[in-house]
């Protein structure tokens, strides 16, 4: 495997809740690290990467990378307009002079309503978001790409991801802001499987893709990321509720479930394996754990 010393990457969204983990991996390993991201440099911002405040017009700055890991998307997911433009702005960057290598981050919302274990050569399900059928389209964007001469990329398409920090409105974080506010919190039955995956994982699968670009053996690969076992929503969320103490607060069958969710959907991670060295670590009971035990010092001290 090719050394991380004096290679130049450039990463979008590196300062987002996977970007700014990646780039500390990268940064760790020797790499000269591109960090380009809307937001102003945030307080505690892994050193030893060169931060560029701007959007993705901005990367010009950043053309001297010969790798590109694109993290950047507009997470409106049901916005048509919004994830047209990401797309857009993904295929556009690929167009960079000097890029060789790039590594593209999808979901499992590529796979539509499928069930059971999910493997790469799949064709989506019937029902598709229009989030996914966006990264359906990059992740097609990129192997088009890839065909070009002494080309390399790798797609990967995470699970649930879940881990400290995280925002937005997905179960965890709902559930776990819910118990710090002691507000109540709605949920379906919590009856589906989904396959949870800790941010710090999917993290450590970025940066080996990256690493290991120029050593790839074919011109394109996708990977999901997961630990490769499905686990039941309602467990994970009664297992919040009673390390928070929110048992009262939580309402299991509130909230109907989404139109078309599927019961179960796990990943398949032998790619994973086969491409990247990589096996997801920490379990889910861990990963709560260590979010719970992060909640109690928040409110206890």
């Known amino acids: 495997m090719s050394s991380p010393q004096g290679m130049r990457i450039a990463v979008t969204g590196a300062a987002g809740f996977i970007g700014r983990r990646v780039v500390a991996r990268l940064a760790g390993a020797g790499a000269k690290v591109v960090a380009l991201d809307r937001m102003p440099q945030p307080a505690g911002f892994p050193a030893g990467a060169e931060y560029i405040c701007g959007d993705l017009t901005d990367y010009s700055s950043a ?31 690929l167009g960079t002079k000097g890029l060789q290598g790039v590594v593209g981050l999808g979901s499992a919302e590529e796979y539509g309503d499928r069930e059971g274990r999910l493997s790469e050569e799949m064709a989506p399900g019937p029902s598709l978001s229009v989030y996914g059928q ?52 709605e949920f379906s039955e919590g009856l589906q499987f989904r396959d949870f995956v800790h941010v710090e994982d999917v993290a450590d699968g970025i940066a080996q893709a990256a690493i290991r670009l120029p050593d790839a053996a074919g ?14 929503l309602r467990d994970v969320l009664e297992r919040i509720a009673q ?59």
Not at 65 to 83: E, F, G, T, Y
Not at 221 to 230: D, I, Q, S, T, V
Request: proline share 6%.
């Open 243 to 301: 390390r928070t103490g929110a048992q009262d607060r939580f309402v299991f069958g509130a909230r109907p479930m989404r139109a078309n969710e599927p019961k179960e959907q796990y990943a398949d991670v032998a790619a994973a394996e086969r491409w990247l060295g990589w096996r997801a670590r920490i379990s889910w009971e861990q990963g709560i754990e260590a979010l719970c035990q992060g909640y109690e010092k928040d409110n206890h001290g």
């Open 219 to 232: 011109a394109f690969a996708a990977c999901n990321l997961g630990r490769g076992e499905p686990v039941r």
């Open 134 to 185: 966006a990264k359906s389209a990059a992740c097609r964007a990129l192997e088009a790409w890839s065909r070009g001469p002494g080309r390399r990329a790798i797609w990967l398409r995470p699970f649930l991801v879940y881990g400290p920090g995280q925002g937005g409105s997905m179960a965890i974080p709902y559930a776990l802001r819910c118990a710090k506010e002691r507000s109540p919190a």
């Open 63 to 93: 053309e001297s990378a010969s790798i590109l890991v694109h993290l950047a998307w507009n997470m409106d997911r049901s916005d048509p307009k919004a994830q047209a433009a990401s797309v857009a702005d993904f295929t556009r960057l």
